[in-house]
């Protein structure tokens, strides 16, 4: 492990290889809750906390049952499960802990269920990570730091969305493309934009 081999991680993650605007996962949250600020970072921010935590789950799971017995072909069923039973066992915690904070949270929780952007990042870290069935050196570690890091992608992109499209509101828009036309024009857009990272090199 070294910073540069982290430093690559956050760069791909975020900007040259954005889970929305480059890998294209996470779409329908993307546009159908990127209208305003603050609901966008209400669902970027449990969004993030959900990769975190399955990236580190989804490893363990991988490593230590599905790789001793030979069940790597059940990788993506295992990961929906981890994923759906973790973002439901949270919302429970949230409502009896903190009902504020379910509040806030409680209607885009079961929205991340079926997020795909969730468990792209979870198949990602083992097709990453693992290297002929054995998990490289350091292999937890860059799992967690890239689930932050798409996190913060998910969270840049939302929030770019989000304030255009709130700008846009206030514009004479033509009724034929207003809202989700729009919204669609405004993605190709920002996607384009995020294709120049792509000359990176590391």
């Known amino acids: 492990m070294n910073l540069q081999e982290f430093l690559t991680i956050f760069i791909s993650a975020v900007f040259v290889y954005n889970v929305i605007l480059s890998r294209f996962l996470g779409l329908c949250s993307f546009i159908a809750i990127s209208k305003e600020t603050k609901p966008a970072l209400a669902m970027s921010s449990a969004v993030m906390f959900v990769i975190v935590m399955s990236s580190a789950i989804t490893w363990f799971v991988y490593r230590f049952l599905l790789l001793p017995f030979n069940l790597g072909y059940l990788r993506t069923i295992s990961f929906i499960l981890v994923i759906a039973t973790f973002v439901q066992l949270v919302e429970m915690v949230i409502r009896k802990l903190s009902p504020p904070l379910y509040r806030a949270f409680g209607i885009y929780l079961p929205l991340i269920t079926v997020n795909c952007a969730v468990l792209g990042v979870a198949v990602l870290n083992i097709d990453m990570f693992f290297i002929n069935g054995k998990a490289a050196a350091g292999s937890f570690y860059y799992s967690v730091f890239q689930g932050v890091c798409v996190g913060l992608g998910y ?3 939302m929030l ?3 304030g ?11 009724k034929p493309i207003k809202d989700f036309p729009l919204a669609f024009i405004i993605a190709s857009i920002l996607s384009l934009s995020f294709m120049g990272f792509n000359g990176f090199k590391f």
Do not use: F
């Not at 255009?164 to 033509?174: F, Q, S, W």
């Open 155 to 157: 969270t840049l992109a």
């Open 160 to 162: 770019l969305m989000s």
């Open 164 to 174: 255009i499209r709130e700008r846009l509101e206030l514009c004479n828009v033509p």
